[in-house]
């Protein structure tokens, strides 16, 4: 989770991980979905978008491909802003 400008971040959490085995399927390297996270989500916060792009040369079937996520803002109990990040498909 990051917050920026008093605005939490986060993906939906999903316990059978489908956004993560999706991403590795799609993107060509070795990179910790951790270690990402983060800029994914401020991406997607700075774009004022619901989805982000991996260009084709970073993708193992060498075509662009696009991440389709839901943003939600009404999260119950909650006392700041939100934007989480439900995964819908590429």
Sequence with gaps: MDVINETQLW????????????FYKVWNSEVFFLAIEDSLLINLYYSNKN??????????????????????????????DHRRYDYIKY
Excluded: E, G
């Design 51 to 80: 989805y982000f792009k991996i260009p084709a040369a970073k993708t193992r079937m060498k075509k662009d491909v696009y991440f389709l996520f839901d943003i939600v803002t009404d999260v119950p109990d909650a006392r700041s």
């Design 11 to 22: 993906f939906k959490f999903d316990p059978s991980n489908r956004f993560i085995k999706d």
